[in-house]
């Protein structure tokens, strides 16, 4: 089952009404201040976004690894909390909820809710939505100097308001799938990192052995070989231990 078919699983029949990306958001560019003017980058306050920011800290963001100074802002305006960043060039499709006023570079466009959908929205629902938004994106690409998104049909890319003439039940609905994918979510990290700590010890394993194996003097290779099984029994007992405990 692909994503837009598991989409609409958790729709589960309700009547939806579709409206065009440009129809529900301010769609803005993010941009670098000029690196040749200092007073942009000392003892900044203001959030800037980059993709290093996903690549380290994940996907729903409330601070940046790099600031800038107020000065910098064009016009003094900040985009708002509460905000989507997805990559239209470059890395296209990567994405993130931003929950405080900030800026981001030029990789990104800028989602944000319009005043007469604020409250028709649940933010973390357009979170969601939006990994099939950089589905689309990567199927969508024009190339010049660099791999950038088709902007046309990205303005008309459509998102679902489910029960359209009960703004209660709507979000009802959408907190609900937000319930679900949350808990996906978290069910997928918490086996991410199992797995990683097992890869750690399984490595570590191997390079006992390996070292076991390729350090030993000649007269000892009998010894040695019999450390070894004995070491690899207790390991292979500890193994099972850990998936049995995890069943």
Same mark, same amino acid.
């Given at each position: 089952m692909n994503n837009t078919d598991f989409m609409q699983k958790l729709l589960n029949g309700a009547q939806v009404e579709w409206k065009a990306v440009s129809e529900i958001f301010h769609l803005k560019n993010g941009?670098?201040?000029?690196? *040749?003017?200092?007073?942009?980058?000392?003892?900044?306050? +203001?959030?800037?976004?980059r993709m290093d920011d996903i690549r380290e800290n994940g996907q729903i963001l409330g601070d940046? @690894?790099?600031? $800038?100074? =107020?000065? #910098?802002?064009k016009g003094g305006k900040l985009f708002p909390a509460n905000s989507i960043i997805i990559s239209t060039s470059a890395t296209i499709g990567e994405h993130a909820l931003i929950t405080v006023p900030y800026l981001a570079n030029q990789r990104f466009t800028n989602l944000s809710l319009k005043d007469s959908y604020v409250k028709v929205f649940d933010m973390k629902f357009i979170f969601y939505y939006c990994f099939l938004l950089a589905e689309w994106c990567k199927k969508n690409t024009t &190339?010049? *100097?660099?791999? *950038?998104?088709? &902007?046309?049909?990205?303005?008309?890319?459509?998102?679902? $308001?489910?029960?359209?003439?009960?703004?209660?039940?709507? @979000? =009802? $609905?959408? #907190? =609900? $799938? +937000?319930?679900? @994918?949350?808990?996906?979510?978290? &069910?997928t990290a918490e086996l991410t990192a199992e797995l990683t700590a097992e890869l750690k010890l399984r490595n570590q394993q191997y390079q006992y052995f390996r070292d076991k194996l390729l350090t030993f003097d000649m007269g000892e290779a009998q010894s040695s070989s019999d450390e070894i099984g004995r070491d690899r029994t207790r390991s292979d007992e500890i193994g099972r231990d850990r998936t049995a405990d995890r069943g």
């Open positions: 941009y670098t201040p000029s690196t *040749s003017k200092k007073e942009f980058w000392e003892n900044g306050s +203001v959030p800037w976004f940046s @690894l790099q600031k $800038i100074s =107020e000065t #910098a802002v &190339m010049s *100097s660099f791999a *950038s998104v088709d &902007m046309d049909g990205f303005r008309k890319f459509q998102i679902p $308001i489910p029960c359209p003439d009960n703004p209660k039940k709507s @979000l =009802e $609905i959408q #907190a =609900e $799938i +937000v319930r679900i @994918l949350d808990a996906f979510t978290a &069910m």
